[in-house]
């Protein structure tokens, strides 16, 4: 019982500090003084994600711009462009989501959920 205690008390320190690291910005300016890993740019994703999910948008937003602009190549690029897309319906910017659903339908055709971008540009265009 003892052992259980004790890895409760440790698991929820570890998820106070990292809690603690993403809204401290802590974890940005990790990711920017490191931006030349590999890994970075899935960590800038996965950070606007972290963000998209608890509806802090104009982080999210941030985060993902941040990933096209900083990291052109990436494979995350295109799937940042559609959750911006996403964040610009979310905060009612309906003109904005078209508008980036219509980039990505012409310049990533072969985009995988081409379809569903299609149908979101299209649902949108009397915005």
Known sequence: MRKFVLFVLIV???IYWATDFVKTGKLQKFIDD???ENWAPTAQFYLGNIYQTASKYEKA???FNHLVEKYPKSKYKVDSLYLIGIIYEDTKRFG???DMYKKILEEYPDYPDIYR???KYEMLLNY
Do not use: L
Request: aromatic letters at 6%.
């Open 61 to 63: 937003e941030f985060c």
């Open 34 to 36: 490191n931006s030349g």
């Open 12 to 14: 929820i320190g570890i």
């Open 96 to 98: 904005q989501a078209r």
């Open 117 to 119: 971008v299609k149908t």
